[in-house]
C-alpha cells in the first residue's frame, strides 16, 4: 500500500506545476497589456486625453488693463480710472463643500490645511464688512453666478482672493471718472457701456488708452474647488497709456464760463470760443455751451455732446476779409494804404452791394475797408484778383481743409470749384458768404498771420504718457509759408487799426496792442428750407501786437435781437486778457498802429 501512494503522489506533481506556470504566465501578460495601456495612455498620452483632462480642469479669469488718463497741459486730471472689483459665487459649488483646503501660513511657513465652510464664510463677511448671515444667504442658492459684494479697492479683492473659499471668485471691472465733470467735456469724451470710447478724445484715442488685459489660468478638480497645487498662471495686464493734451485746464473752465454767460445773456442758441498758442499751433481752450459732464452724458442733448468748434461749419462772414487783405497785398495788387472811392453801394458784372451802415461817397484806405469791415470795398479791392486767386488763396488759408486735431466728427467746410460759383458768389466770398468753415479754420488762417505768414497746424495732443511715466511728445505737422513776413506785417497793422481806428474799439485792452476782425453772416434755417434764421456773429483777434502770442475767437449762433446791437468785444477782451496773465505775458512797449482809414 505504501508503494502504491507513493507512485500516485509522483504522478500528480507535473500537472499542478504546468498550471501554476499557466497562471502566472496569464498573471504576467495581464499585468504587461494594463501597463502597456497605462504607458500608452499616460506616457505617450496618443489620444490627448491627459491634455484634454487638464483642459477641463483649467478656469480662466480676465485681469482688466488700467485705462489710460487724459489730461491737461498742466497735469489736471480730465479722465482716468480706477480698477474696483465684484466679489461672484457659484452657489451651487459652495454649498456642496463642508470643508476646502487651502494653505495658510504657520509659523513663517505655508502649510496645506482644511478649512471649514462656516469659517470661510466667517473671514469672507470680515474682509467684506458685512454681516455673517448676509453673506450665508448671498452664498446659498442654485445660482451660478451671483454677485456678492461690488467696487471692492485692490486690497479688499487681495483678502478675499486669499480665502480661497469655494466657488467664490473676484472679478476686475474699471471704473472711469471725470474729476473736472463738464470742463472739456465735449473734448475729453466718455465711454459706452463704461469700456468704449463714445466720443471725443476717448474715442478716438480709444486703442492707446485701452491697453491690454492680461488673464490668470488655475486648475480646480471634480468638486468644483481649485488644487492648491495644480496650475496657476499669471499674465499681467499692460496698462494704457495716458494722453496729454495741450489745453489749460483753468482757461478752459474760464472761457465756458464766459461763453456761456454771453450765450445766455443774448438768447444764442449756442457759443464757442477758442484760445490758440500762435507760437505753437496748440490750442489752449475749446470751450463749447452746455458742454456735456462725461460722468453723466446723458444729462444734455445729443447735439450738445460733440465740440462744435471743429464739428460746425457756417459762413464766416467778414473776418475772411482778413484773408481777401493778405491776398492782394501778397500778389502785389494793393498796400493798407492804397484807396478806393466808394458810393453807397457798389455794382460790378450786374451784382450789387451795401453796407452794414449808410454812408455817402467816401475815399476809403484798404486798411479803412477792413477797420469799417464795408463789403462795397472789399467787392472793389478784391476784384483786382482773379477768380481762380481768389479760390486758390482761400485754399491756402486752409479753408476746405479739415484740420486734425484727434477729434471725431470735424468738418472740412464747402470751399466750392472757382469754376463753378455764380455770378454773385464769386464776390461774396470775398466777404465770407458761398463759402462755409469751422471755427478753428478761422482761427488757423488768423494764427497764420500772428506768425509772420507761417502756418502751423493746431495741436491738441501733446504727448502719451507710457504706464512707466515715459513721455513721447506727438511731433507737430508740417508747417507752411503762406504769405511773406512783409505781408503778414502789414495785414498785421490793418487789423489793429481795426481796433484803434476802425469800430472794434471795445476789443482794446489796457496796457497790450490788440488787432481783431469782426463777423456777421445769415444763419440758414435747420430744416433746410429757404430763407435763414438768424445771424452768425463773431470776432477774433491777435495780442499782444508787438509779438502776437494768442489767437481768441468768440463765435455766438443766432442770438436774439438786432445784429447790430450785438457786440463780442467784451467777451474777446475778457477771455484774451486772461491768457495774457495766465501765462504772463509782458505788456506792450511799442506804440500801436494806427492806419489812416480815410484817404488824406
Known amino acids: 500500500m505504501a508503494q502504491r501512494t507513493g507512485k500516485a503522489k509522483s504522478g500528480k506533481a507535473p500537472n499542478a506545476t504546468k498550471r501554476l506556470r499557466l ?18 495612455v499616460q506616457g505617450l498620452d496618443v489620444g490627448g486625453m491627459a491634455a484634454a483632462a487638464l483642459d477641463y480642469r ?9 485705462r489710460g488718463s487724459i489730461l491737461g497741459a498742466n497735469g489736471t486730471v480730465l479722465a482716468n480710472s480706477v480698477i474696483r472689483y465684484n466679489v461672484v459665487v457659484d452657489q451651487r459649488v459652495n454649498t456642496k463643500t463642508e470643508t476646502f483646503p487651502r494653505f495658510n501660513n504657520v509659523d513663517g511657513k505655508d502649510k496645506l490645511v482644511e478649512v471649514t465652510r462656516e469659517q470661510g464664510l466667517r473671514e469672507l463677511a470680515a474682509a467684506l464688512g458685512m454681516d455673517l448671515d448676509a453673506v450665508r444667504e448671498a452664498v446659498t442658492g442654485e445660482q451660478g453666478y451671483y454677485i456678492v459684494a461690488k467696487d471692492l479697492k485692490p486690497d479688499v479683492e487681495l483678502r478675499v482672493s486669499e480665502l480661497s473659499i469655494p466657488g467664490v471668485d473676484t472679478v476686475g471691472v474699471s471704473k472711469r471718472v471725470y474729476p473736472n465733470g463738464s470742463v472739456a467735456g465735449g473734448i475729453v469724451g466718455f465711454l459706452q457701456d ?12 480709444d486703442g492707446l488708452l485701452r491697453g491690454k488685459d492680461g488673464k490668470r489660468l488655475f486648475e480646480i478638480g471634480a468638486d468644483g474647488l481649485r488644487i492648491p497645487v495644480g496650475v496657476d498662471e499669471l499674465t499681467p495686464p499692460e496698462d ?7 489745453l489749460n485746464s483753468d482757461l478752459q473752465y474760464f472761457a465756458q464760463q464766459a461763453i456761456q454767460s ?21 490750442l489752449i481752450a475749446m470751450a463749447d455751451t452746455n458742454a456735456p459732464d462725461p460722468n453723466d452724458p446723458g444729462r444734455v442733448a445729443a447735439k ?6 471743429v464739428t460746425a461749419a457756417y459762413e464766416p462772414g467778414s473776418v475772411q476779409k482778413m484773408i481777401t487783405a493778405a491776398a492782394l497785398i501778397e500778389e502785389g495788387k494793393s498796400s493798407p494804404l492804397d484807396t478806393f472811392t466808394l458810393g453807397p453801394s457798389y455794382t460790378v458784372d450786374g451784382q450789387t452791394f451795401t453796407d452794414s451802415f449808410t454812408h455817402g461817397t467816401e475815399e476809403r484806405t484798404l486798411a479803412g475797408i477792413l477797420g469799417w469791415s464795408m463789403n462795397t470795398g472789399t467787392v472793389a479791392a478784391g476784384s483786382r484778383l482773379t477768380k481762380d486767386q481768389r479760390h486758390d488763396w482761400l485754399r491756402k488759408f486752409g479753408i476746405g481743409e479739415a484740420p486734425d486735431i484727434g477729434l471725431p466728427a470735424t468738418a472740412s467746410g464747402i470751399l466750392t470749384p472757382a469754376d463753378q460759383w455764380d455770378g454773385r458768389q464769386e464776390y461774396t466770398v470775398l466777404f465770407g458768404q458761398g463759402v462755409s468753415q469751422s471755427t478753428l479754420q478761422t482761427v488757423r488762417a488768423f494764427q497764420t498771420i500772428a506768425n509772420n505768414g507761417v502756418m502751423l497746424q493746431p495741436r491738441l495732443i501733446d504727448a502719451y504718457v507710457s504706464p512707466d511715466g515715459k513721455e513721447e511728445a506727438v511731433a507737430p505737422q508740417p508747417s507752411r509759408q503762406v504769405v511773406s513776413d512783409g505781408t503778414a506785417q502789414q495785414v498785421q497793422d490793418i487789423l489793429e487799426s481795426a481796433v484803434t481806428e476802425g469800430q472794434i474799439k471795445d476789443a482794446a485792452i489796457d496796457g497790450y496792442r490788440v488787432g481783431a476782425k469782426t463777423g456777421t453772416s445769415e444763419s440758414p434755417c435747420d430744416d433746410g428750407k429757404s430763407g435763414f434764421c438768424g445771424y452768425t456773429a463773431s470776432i477774433v483777434g491777435m495780442a499782444p501786437m508787438d509779438d502776437p502770442r494768442f489767437i481768441v475767437e468768440v463765435v455766438l449762433q443766432r442770438p436774439k435781437g438786432s445784429i447790430y446791437g450785438i457786440t463780442q468785444g467784451p467777451v474777446f477782451r475778457s477771455v484774451m ?20 482809414q480815410y484817404a488824406k
Open 194 to 205: 463704461g469700456s468704449t470710447g463714445q466720443a471725443g478724445i476717448e474715442q478716438t484715442q
Open 58 to 66: 483649467m478656469r480662466e479669469t480676465s485681469l482688466p488693463a488700467e
Open 304 to 309: 450738445d455732446r460733440g465740440v462744435r468748434s
Open 262 to 282: 454771453q450765450t445766455d445773456k443774448l438768447g444764442a442758441e449756442w457759443g464757442v470760443i477758442i484760445v490758440m498758442d500762435a507760437k505753437t499751433g496748440n
Open 240 to 246: 494704457g497709456k495716458d494722453v496729454k493734451l495741450t
Open 23 to 40: 497562471g502566472l504566465g496569464i498573471m504576467l501578460t495581464l499585468l504587461l497589456v494594463v501597463g502597456g495601456k497605462l504607458f500608452v
Open 577 to 596: 486778457s486772461q491768457a495774457l496773465r495766465t501765462y504772463n505775458v509782458q505788456p506792450s512797449t511799442g506804440e500801436p498802429a494806427r492806419l489812416p
